[in-house]
């Protein structure tokens, strides 16, 4: 299943002379559960891209489709309840609200979207995200792999359709890159949660199934790395056979906790919301 699509999807900045055409009549698909890693240039359009996925910005040209909706046809109030709710954002300098608590910040979504915190959620993320020690500090009381993993929370919180990561590692030193990666690998397989991952670092970019990579606004080269642990609610393997399938089904079977969804989910409205106000993307 298709939970992203976009067509002939275009940016241009400024006009004339001083035009920049950032994105170039792009197209591609993502299936629920792939993790994919976007990698090239500085200036190749990455960022510009993963912002029109995630209605952040909207395009010259092209259409975006998350989970069925065009994002594009929507008003502007309409894109940003879609985006709190069903796109996750997460940035190189994570983007917490200072005044508040990592907990405070990780529920924020929900906060602003009027809705009651599921408490038991936000244990299992903060057991999750190994925060939980740390719920009461604010953002300049932690580390930066820590502050991280809080903007992850936040994004994941209302398990959105969407994760889209823009450098999330860029401001972090090797250890806490690894951790990093390794909590979205782990979100990717364990909750099927939709991945997609822009890296400078060829390492990181290896450990996705796929990978596009970009120059001058366009893919330039799409290529599977591996199998993505896609799956349906019937078929706990996810369609995988062999002896790929029983590790996948074990592992899913072993960490997935019964009853529960693990619904985590939504959170980069606030950012795209913050961004909007402090007036940068
Ligand atoms: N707001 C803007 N106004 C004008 N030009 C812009 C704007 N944002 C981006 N661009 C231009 O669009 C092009 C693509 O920029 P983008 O930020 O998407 O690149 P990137 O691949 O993310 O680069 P990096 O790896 O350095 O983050 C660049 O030439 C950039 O100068
Ligand atoms: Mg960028």
């Known amino acids: ?141 932690l580390s930066g792999g820590q502050q991280q993993r809080v903007s992850i929370g936040r994004a994941l919180f209302t398990h959105p359709s969407l994760l889209l990561c823009d450098e999330p590692t860029g401001n972090l030193d090797r250890k806490n890159s690894e951790e990093i990666v390794s909590l979205l690998k782990e979100s990717n397989r364990r909750f099927d949660q939709t991945v997609i991952l822009i890296t400078h670092d060829e390492r990181i970019a290896l450990q996705a199934d796929r990978m596009l990579y970009m120059e001058d606004g366009q893919i330039l080269r799409d290529e599977m790395i591996r199998q993505p642990c896609v799956h349906s609610s019937e078929d706990p393997a996810g369609g995988l056979s062999g002896v790929r399938a029983a590790s996948v089904a074990a592992e899913r079977s072993a960490k997935v906790p019964v009853g529960q969804n693990f619904s985590m989910s939504d959170a980069q409205g606030v950012c795209a919301g913050l961004q909007n106000q402090e007036g940068g993307a």
């Open 1 to 141: 299943m298709d939970i992203l699509k976009c067509s002939n999807l275009t940016r241009i900045y400024g006009t004339g002379g001083g035009k920049t055409v950032a994105l170039n009549h792009v197209r591609f698909s993502v299936q629920k559960g792939e993790f994919v890693a976007i990698v090239g240039p500085s200036g190749s359009g990455k960022s510009t891209l993963l912002h029109l996925l995630g209605g952040v910005d909207r395009p010259s040209e092209g259409t975006v489709e998350v989970g069925g909706t065009d994002l594009y046809t929507l008003d502007e109030d309409k894109l940003a309840i879609f985006r709190r709710r069903h796109i996750g954002l997460v940035y190189q300098f994570y983007n917490l609200i200072p005044v508040l608590t990592a907990e405070e910040n990780i529920v924020l979504p929900f906060l602003l979207d009027s809705r009651k915190v599921d408490t038991e959620r936000l244990n299992e993320i903060l057991s999750y995200l190994h925060l939980e020690d740390r719920r009461m500090y604010l953002p300049s009381q």
